[in-house]
């Protein structure tokens, strides 16, 4: 059985910084990316950052500049360093793994950024 279990701090005032990591747990094949979305409260989900198998990084438009996401296939770990967080930041974060064997999805970091 695979999950995606997520840990981080969840709550950091404006500009502060912090790191969300998500480790796997169980055996996946074929890893294409590892990455993270978010969904705000009355928001669609977006792409803040992806990872692929082979180095390369993609990030959405409000993480570009800020947030610096880091992987690794051979411990199926994920990790997002975020800096200089905004109140608009605040959302439910997701880790997302993206596999021959489907989407695999973690429960969710609520992270809050207020003063």
């Known amino acids: 059985q695979v999950q995606l279990v997520e840990s981080g701090v969840v709550l950091v005032q404006p500009g502060g910084s912090l790191i969300l990591s998500c480790a796997v747990t169980g055996h996946i094949f074929s890893i294409y990316a590892m990455g993270w979305y978010r969904q705000a409260p009355g928001k669609q989900s977006e792409l803040v950052a992806y990872i692929t198998s082979g180095g390369r990084t993609n990030y959405g438009v409000s993480a570009k500049g800020r947030f610096t996401i880091s992987g690794d296939t051979a411990t199926n770990t994920v990790s997002l360093q975020m800096n200089d967080l905004k109140p608009e930041d605040t959302a439910v974060y997701y880790c997302?793994?993206?596999?021959?064997?489907?989407?695999?999805w973690g429960q969710g970091t609520q992270v809050t950024v207020s003063s």
């Open positions: 997302n793994i993206a596999s021959g064997l489907g989407d695999f």
